[in-house]
């Protein structure tokens, strides 16, 4: 009775649902990101084309969100054990949960992370080609010198990438502590 409690049959559904959040939702983040601050860029390229590939940046920052939870994945699959030759089922409920809570940190991360690099990355993006654009017509109307605007709109470029550098952290934070919860386990002996 102990051991159909606590290795039940049912307690792989758990781990392989770690697996499916790891993957789907830290990819709907990529994604997200990906298509939010690809509208910026597209955008920009119509005022400043030669701007594009410096604006690349949110994208590829948000496209390694996809890798975090493809890797959390693979290591979630490997630890899940299927029962031995005789059908005794060695994988517990708690391993189980373990690895859906692993899963489940590393795809919300990943998709708040995402989000995160979205809105800032297109947002970043925006500001950035405007002030090019206004240091590239000289005064932009305001009566400053081109070596000021210039100066300026480097600076909203460094400082959106920061943002978005720490939008990413988050994916990278739910990633480790994704890490350290598939390390947590307990199987069942065949006594």
């Known amino acids: 009775m102990e051991y159909e409690q606590i290795c039940p049959a049912i307690a792989p559904v758990f781990g392989y649902f770690g697996v499916m959040a790891a993957t789907v939702l830290s990819n709907m983040g990529a994604a997200y990101g990906t298509?939010?601050?690809?509208?910026?860029i597209m955008k920009s390229g119509v005022i400043v084309p030669e701007l594009i590939w410096k604006n690349l940046i949110p994208i590829i920052m948000a496209g390694v969100n996809g890798i975090y939870?493809?890797?959390?994945?693979?290591?979630?699959?490997?630890?899940?054990?299927?029962?031995?030759?005789?059908?005794?089922?060695v994988y517990s409920l708690y391993t189980s949960f373990g690895h859906m809570s692993a899963g489940l940190s590393c795809g919300l991360?990943?998709?708040?992370?995402?989000m995160c690099i979205g809105v800032s990355g297109d947002a970043g993006i925006r500001a950035f080609t405007q002030c090019d654009y206004m240091a590239k017509t000289e005064s932009g109307g305001k009566g400053f010198g081109r070596?000021?605007?210039?100066?300026?709109?480097?600076?909203?470029?460094v400082g959106?990438?920061?943002?978005?550098?720490?939008?990413?952290?988050?994916?990278?934070?739910g990633m480790i502590t994704a890490i350290i919860l598939t390390q947590t386990s307990y199987n069942c002996e065949d006594n």
């Open 109 to 114: 991360c990943g998709l708040a992370s995402g």
């Open 35 to 40: 298509a939010k601050a690809g509208v910026g």
């Open 160 to 173: 959106s990438v920061l943002i978005q550098v720490f939008g990413g952290n988050l994916a990278l934070y």
């Open 147 to 157: 070596k000021k605007k210039k100066a300026g709109a480097e600076n909203v470029f």
């Open 69 to 89: 939870g493809l890797i959390t994945a693979i290591i979630i699959l490997n630890n899940i054990i299927q029962p031995n030759g005789d059908g005794f089922r």
